[in-house]
């Protein structure tokens, strides 16, 4: 089946630090999502690309769909405490039916005060 | 209210038990979807459903049966828990293409 590689597959930083983790994929994707996850929730979705190329920003986040179409990245910039959690990627290879997502291991992200 | 609700949001039961747990949406959405997280393995799908009368295996389905008694209702079964079924569950919805909706999870342990 399909596989995301997410790396880096945890991270330590101190408050105010930029963060950057990133996804790969052997195969094509369509889609590209990035989710985070809090302790004792399901994943919240952060941002949403659709375009080779496409940056997109939410806030401090940036998200980039990679031009080959089998990578993307997230940024946070300034981190602050309540950044902490597991980020997740997801997407959608482009030979698979409908709206199935593949997922990739999580990030998960510690900000020291 | 949330958007997507499952129950029971913890369970514990044992080996060999039958143990369903549900999923209601109110977002209007035709597809529905279960998946089983585990520590470093991210999100993998048990089940999915893109209409009432339409279920498909995912990739981890083995062990698991479904039921979509509705649009807005997608149940899933574990007919003999076992151990190794340990972990957390969750369910999502989405439109026709695009990102998915998820709910809080349920988190079960097999004994």
């Known amino acids: 089946g399909q596989q995301l590689n997410q790396s880096p597959q945890s991270m330590f930083i101190q408050e105010g630090e930029d963060v950057s983790m990133n996804c790969t994929s052997s195969?094509?994707?369509?889609?590209w999502l990035w989710y985070k996850q809090e302790p004792g929730e399901g994943p919240v979705l952060l941002i949403a690309?659709?375009?080779?190329?496409e940056l997109t920003s939410n806030g401090r986040l940036t998200a980039q769909f990679g031009i080959t179409r089998k990578d993307s990245f997230l940024n946070i910039s300034a981190s602050i405490p309540s950044d902490v959690g597991i980020y997740f990627c997801?997407?959608?290879?482009?030979?698979?039916?409908?709206?199935?997502?593949?997922f990739g291991e999580g990030t998960q992200l510690t900000v020291n005060p | 209210d949330a958007d997507v609700t499952q129950t029971p949001r913890n369970r514990i039961t044992k080996t060999g038990k039958r143990i369903m747990l549900e999923c209601s949406q109110t977002?209007?959405?035709?597809?529905m979807y279960w998946y089983r997280q585990d520590p470093g393995l991210g999100l993998r799908l048990i089940y999915y459903?893109?209409?009432?009368?339409?279920?498909n295996k995912g990739e981890i389905s083995d062990g698991y049966s479904v039921s979509r008694q509705a649009q807005a209702k997608f149940s899933l079964s574990l007919e003999s828990a076992i151990p190794n079924q340990t972990a957390l569950y969750f369910c999502?919805?989405?439109?026709?293409?695009?990102?998915?909706?998820f709910g809080p999870g349920t988190r079960l342990t097999v004994t």
């Open positions: 999502a919805t989405s439109e026709d293409a695009g990102f998915q909706y």
């Open positions: 195969s094509i994707f369509n889609t």
């Open positions: 690309l659709y375009k080779a190329g």
């Open positions: 997801a997407g959608q290879p482009v030979e698979t039916s409908g709206s199935r997502l593949t």
């Open positions: 977002k209007g959405h035709d597809r």
């Open positions: 459903s893109f209409d009432v009368k339409d279920i």
